[in-house]
């Protein structure tokens, strides 16, 4: 095992037995949902942000419509899981509307507390899988 998601570090904190059955007994089946589809997507935009942050610059970084891209990326991905499902919908345009806009208040929240102008990229490299879990607990858990 090379690595471990927080979705997985997360399910051994709660039950390291179910976490065994799951990784190391492999019973677990998984099955796309809104999470996985919204997840996903936000993982999709922050990477497109952050990779054209390092190889162009910052402006041009800043210059993404992120609220477009995510609008993008989320029907995408859901077409691609529809159609690897037989053509079986897993959520309704209710759910991705309101996941949408968690996504673009997350987008906001991104933008407006990172100052990603006044901080160095080696820090926003770091944070960037905090970045994703601290908005989902925030828009999600709390």
């Known amino acids: 095992m ?26 677990r089946q998984f099955t796309d949902n809104i999470h996985t589809l919204f997840g996903t ?7 497109r942000y952050l990779t054209v942050m390092y190889t162009d610059s910052i402006k041009i970084a800043n210059d993404i419509d992120l609220n477009e ?6 029907k995408s991905n859901f077409l691609r899981i ?5 053509g079986v919908e897993f959520c309704t345009k209710e759910d991705m ?14 933008k407006k507390k990172t100052g990603i ?3 160095g990229i ?19 858990i709390k």
């Open 122 to 140: 080696a820090w926003i490299s770091f944070i960037k899988g905090l970045i994703i879990g601290l908005l989902i607990y925030h828009f999600f």
């Open 97 to 110: 509307n309101e996941f949408y806009g968690h996504g673009v208040h997350m987008l906001d929240w991104f």
């Open 41 to 47: 997507s936000m993982h999709e935009v922050l990477q």
């Open 2 to 27: 090379n690595r471990i998601s927080y979705s997985q570090f997360n399910q051994w904190v709660n039950c390291p037995h179910k976490w065994k059955l799951n990784y190391i007994d492999n019973h």
């Open 82 to 86: 529809v159609e690897n499902n037989g």
């Open 117 to 119: 102008s006044n901080y």
């Open 69 to 74: 891209l995510l609008a993008h990326r989320m």
